[in-house]
């Protein structure tokens, strides 16, 4: 089986992120960066059908050139090989865009089986690009999985829901975006981050991949960020003395905030 799975690398939560003053865009120069969490667990689970079904692991990753660090922790974590779409008329694309240069690349590999992917980055969370890439692909979508399993030429995930558990089965091949639930990250071995040193990266630029540098950018963007402001400190919070009528003084705060 051969598998890909999307890997991005993206500010660390626990550092500041912020936006440039110019355009918007997330400044990724502010902020450490590290491989997504959930690329890790959605990696993590490709190895297990891996193990179990045999085949082949690429990382693919759209993004600038220091995402080979991801990318590399990616193949410190045991994926096989890894292709890089990594072009400056790409900074500042939507999801939109973003979903159709993936599907481009991906369509420049062989014999893909079973694609997967985070339910939502930390950054963007749009959580829209599997499905997206699932339809441009024109395969199937099981989003939101938080179980896996492949049994010949169908793909099943269980998805958790406030109602209960769904069960969802299409043919292969197919587009798993999976959630924190699908199971714990692999933490890459000392073996494993000398081999990454030797694995193929294939770098490729939008000429590449065949994209049009006229169809990504933020220029060309569907949708993008046209005003930001910082948020405002927080304000004093308003104190209620209890004098045989503190319940009624909390409700009506909580009315007329339309809070209840």
Same mark, same amino acid.
């Given at each position: ?69 991801a990318i590399r922790k990616a193949l410190s974590m045991e994926a096989d090989k890894a292709v890089h ?46 499905? @997206?890439? &699932?339809?441009?692909?024109? +395969? /199937?979508? %099981? !989003?939101? $999985? ?5 049994? =010949? ?40 981050? @000398?081999? &990454?040193?030797?694995?193929? +990266? /294939?770098? %490729? !630029?939008? $000429? ?5 540098? =006229? ?9 993008k960020v046209v005003e930001a402001a910082p948020k405002p400190p927080r304000s004093g919070g308003q ?22």
């Amino acid at each position: 089986m051969n598998i890909v799975v999307l890997v991005k690398q993206v500010p660390d939560t626990w550092s500041e992120r912020k936006l440039t003053d110019g355009d918007h865009t997330l400044d990724r120069e502010a902020a450490d960066a590290i491989l997504d969490e959930i690329n890790e667990r959605a990696l993590t689970e490709a190895l297990r059908l891996k193990q179990e079904l045999g085949g082949e692991i690429t990382a693919v990753c759209m993004g600038p050139e220091r995402s080979t660090d991801a990318i590399r922790k990616a193949l410190s974590m045991e994926a096989d090989k890894a292709v890089h779409l990594s072009d400056e008329a790409l900074r500042g694309s939507c999801a939109v865009q973003t979903a159709k240069a993936l599907a481009k690349v991906i369509g420049t590999l062989d014999s893909v089986d079973l694609v997967i992917a985070g339910n939502e980055a930390t950054d963007g969370r749009t959580g829209a690009i599997p499905a @997206m890439l &699932a339809e441009l692909l024109g +395969i /199937a979508q %099981l !989003t939101h $999985a938080s179980k896996v399993t492949v049994d =010949g030429g169908t793909v099943t995930i269980e998805r958790e829901t406030d109602e209960g558990k769904a069960t969802v089965q299409a043919a292969l091949p197919a587009v798993v975006s999976v959630t924190e639930k699908i199971c714990e990250p692999k933490y890459p071995s000392f073996k494993g981050i @000398m081999a &990454a040193k030797k694995k193929p +990266i /294939a770098k %490729l !630029t939008l $000429a590449d991949a065949g994209i049009d540098a =006229g169809e990504v950018g933020i220029a060309n963007a569907l949708s993008k960020v046209v005003e930001a402001a910082p948020k405002p400190p927080r304000s004093g919070g308003q104190r209620v003395t209890d004098e045989g009528d503190g319940g009624v003084k909390i409700a009506e705060y909580l009315i007329a905030q339309k809070l209840v």
